[in-house]
């Protein structure tokens, strides 16, 4: 168990729906990523954020946005979804942010499956 | 952001030893070489992480040469179960970007009985 919580695991909308997909960070971790794999695909990079600011941006669509919150747990907002937006999302958390520590590595959810018909 | 490259795919069987190499060409002073595992639908798992030299836990060993232009994850004895997408990636730790933002494609290992 990672210690980083996402909800729901499986979400299944239409498309032009909005949807949110929520993320609990492990404990004490500041930073927050957002990751997007689709089908046999590597993961992209959408966003991060660490202590509630935005870090770093990625490959993410105007249609996409993310907020991180004071108890820091993030969510990821979906709107307009079209069919080529199903994928697996994951939220991935570490301790370090802007000074890491050489063992802070990702914690990764086991994501959100996102299915647009 | 050092690149990275890794072999798309490798077989092996129950057993044997595997060692997964990824080569990084443009590594920085500060940065780090750390590895991943992902199993279908589940999020990446760190495996290992290491600068120079030898770094060895109970999963897995990273060798790193002196040039430090490679790396190979060793697994020993892999079983079944080890069957995955192994990915390398290559950054300094201590920035807040870059280093953990980039996947490459993951070199992806299938285990036979």
């Known amino acids: 168990d990672s210690g980083v919580t996402q909800t729901p695991k499986h979400l299944i909308t239409a498309t032009g729906q909005r949807v949110t997909l929520r993320c609990s960070p492990r404990s004490g971790d500041l930073s927050v990523y957002w990751y997007q794999q689709s089908l046999d695909q590597g993961l992209q990079f959408l966003i991060q954020y660490y202590n509630g600011e935005e870090r770093a941006k990625g490959n993410i669509l105007e249609r996409f946005s993310a907020q991180q919150f004071p108890d820091l747990h993030s969510e990821l907002n979906l709107s307009s979804l079209e069919l080529g937006d199903s994928a697996l999302y994951f939220c991935a958390s570490s301790g370090g942010g802007r000074r890491a520590s050489y063992n802070s590595p990702l914690h990764f959810g086991n994501g959100t499956r996102l299915t647009v018909t | 952001l050092a690149k990275t490259t890794q072999p798309i795919s490798m077989d092996s069987y129950e057993g044997q030893e595997v060692n997964i190499t990824c080569s990084h060409n443009?590594?920085?002073?500060?940065?780090?070489i750390t590895w991943y595992q992902q199993f279908p639908s589940q999020g990446p798992r760190f495996i290992i992480q290491g600068y120079k030299t030898k770094v060895t836990n109970e999963v897995a060993s990273l060798f790193i040469p002196a040039d430090r232009k490679s790396s190979t994850l060793s697994l020993p004895r892999v079983s079944l179960s080890d069957t995955a997408v192994y990915y390398c990636?290559?950054?300094?730790?201590?920035?807040?970007?870059?280093?953990?933002?980039?996947f490459g494609s993951g070199t992806r290992l299938l285990v036979r009985p």
């Open positions: 990636l290559v950054g300094d730790p201590r920035m807040d970007s870059s280093y953990k933002l980039i």
């Open positions: 443009n590594i920085a002073t500060n940065d780090y």
